[in-house]
């Protein structure tokens, strides 16, 4: 058993959180129904995201195994047999659209089945592909955002849509980025496309990233600002953090970290604080 739950990578699905995002910022989600809507998108893409896990291992086993890490990982290391994990990722895909459908909106059915659809091809092509990996990643996470906003039943702003695209691929750079420094020579032998990127592009995707993630989130935050009609400063207070955790999250990679992200969120006490602050200044704009 400890196997299989190492292989679906529980602390991979507090990528998912993001599921809460555009129903929190429309104010909803003290209200049941979109809150239990929004809950069962978040199992049903932690769901999603596992069996891809599988699969990933799966057909990355030969990688692995020469990787100074993932050759520790269940099937690698051999402590998972291929068939049993095929197992389990043939039935976990239908059973996240089950738990999608209880939502009662197709629409979010269909955003978990083409999560589904892009991280399998990702696995099995867009990986090996130049900068088509980075945008298959960052898809991911706008339609983790996606699926929230049509379980609840809440539109998504468009600048919301290019805050969370930015901002996903800012973080998707920035493993890469780590990954590279950290592999060094070897980089190319566990990633194919870490060959094709040199540290000067993966610095330069960064800094369009961060550029595009904080003015788009600016122009959102007044937009709200406008739209809920308040005089209190909440939405403008809130860039204050954004803007600090993105500054904190470059240091990080310049320091050598971020080849595992979740870690990073994890470990940092500095981002943990601005997270809360960001939580708290955004709920203060959007719930009094």
């Known amino acids: 058993m400890r196997p299989l739950i190492r292989t679906a990578r529980p602390k991979q699905w507090l990528k998912n959180v993001l599921v809460f995002a555009a129903p929190g910022a429309a104010g909803v989600l003290d209200q049941s129904d979109p809150l239990l809507a929004s809950l069962l998108a978040f199992v049903a893409l932690c769901l999603a995201a596992s069996s ?15 990787h100074p890490t993932k050759r520790f990982r269940p099937i690698a290391a051999g402590e998972l047999s291929l068939g049993r ?11 996240a659209l089950g738990v999608a459908a209880l939502t009662g909106r197709w629409q979010a059915v269909v955003v978990v089945a083409v999560y589904i659809a892009l991280t399998v091809t990702y696995s099995m092509w867009w ?27 809440v539109p998504m702003s468009n600048w919301f849509v290019l805050v969370t695209t930015f901002g996903s691929l800012f973080i998707v750079t920035g493993k890469r980025f780590a990954e ?20 000067e592009y993966l610095r330069f995707v960064l800094a369009i990233s961060c550029a595009g993630a904080l003015v788009s989130y600016c122009v959102w935050a007044f937009e709200r600002r406008d739209l809920a009609g308040s005089e209190l400063p909440w939405y403008e207070l809130s860039i204050v953090p954004i803007l600090t955790a993105f500054l904190r999250y470059a240091l990080v990679l310049e ?25 708290v200044t955004f709920g203060l704009a959007v719930y009094t």
Request: proline share 3%; no cysteine.
């Open 85 to 95: 994990a095929k197992v389990v990722g043939v039935v976990l895909p239908p059973l």
């Open 255 to 279: 320091q050598g970290r971020g080849a595992a992200p979740e870690e990073v969120f994890a470990s940092d006490r500095v981002l943990q604080v601005l997270g809360l602050a960001w939580v």
């Open 127 to 153: 990986k090996h592909i130049a900068v088509l990996d980075l945008i298959a990643i960052a898809s991911g996470f706008v339609l983790r955002a996606a699926a929230g906003a049509y379980a609840a039943d």
């Open 52 to 66: 891809i896990y599988f699969w990933n291992d799966i057909l990355d086993v030969e990688s692995d195994r020469v």
């Open 180 to 199: 590279a420094r950290e592999l060094g020579a070897e980089a190319r032998s566990v990633r194919s496309t870490l060959g094709a990127y040199s540290e």
